[in-house]
């Protein structure tokens, strides 16, 4: 990457972009909803249990023009989702102004780790132990979706529950892996615990993106 390159990327007017494709929703609030996934490279948060670690290397993915991500995005659907890798490890303002001036509804999928940058409609919280969340965030979170791999997940995300807003909507999700193990206890946990609701990726069991 060239020294003109490596500038834009920093001011965010060129991403690593990993992917862009259109698809259903299939996690959380807007499960179902058919939107346009901008799958940025980049994290180092590292989860070991994490379906994309393609995407945690921003240099094998090709800096690209936001110019030409807002229009691609544009031609596909109302609804665009951000996600990653960790979008946040780039500033998102330029991207999102440039959607947002396109009339488009911004979502974001982020672990918190970086400080939050960007215009949202709505953000998907999903902290994770090993990098934990910027303070800033919890309040703006309008869902807070933990990854349950293992039992300590729980008290996980009972901790991570105290610090969103009071409005903002919990979810437990199964990790893909453990999907068998974990989802019995999820369903005892919610019955048992019901400010909680239950997350599934619809998607794979869907056989799409």
Not at 32 to 55: L, M
Not at 112 to 129: E, M, Q, R
């Amino acid at each position: 990457m060239n020294e003109a390159v490596k500038q834009k990327v920093e001011r965010g007017v060129m991403l690593p972009l990993m992917e862009e494709f259109y698809t259903i929703q299939g996690e959380g609030f807007h499960k179902g909803t058919a939107a346009y996934f901008i799958r940025v490279g980049g994290c180092d948060v590292g989860c070991h249990w994490c379906d994309v670690k393609e995407s945690w290397n921003p240099d094998i993915h090709p800096p690209s023009e936001i110019t030409s991500i807002a229009e691609n995005a544009a031609h596909y659907s109302k609804t665009i989702v951000i996600t990653g890798g960790e979008p946040l490890t780039w500033d998102m303002g330029p991207l999102t102004s440039l959607l947002k001036e396109k009339g488009l509804d911004i979502h974001i999928e982020t672990s918190g780790a970086y400080d939050l940058t960007g215009t949202w409609d709505w953000i998907c919280l999903s902290p994770k132990k090993i990098k934990l969340p910027k303070p800033d965030i919890y309040n703006r979170a309008n869902e807070l979706k933990v990854i349950v791999y293992n039992n300590s997940d729980f008290d996980f995300a009972e901790e991570q529950a105290e610090k969103v807003a009071k409005d903002c909507i919990l979810y437990l999700q199964p990790e893909w892996s453990k999907r068998d193990k974990m989802i019995p206890k999820i369903v005892d946990y919610v019955m048992k615990h019901p400010k909680w609701k239950v997350s599934l990726q619809t998607h794979k069991y869907l056989n799409i993106p």
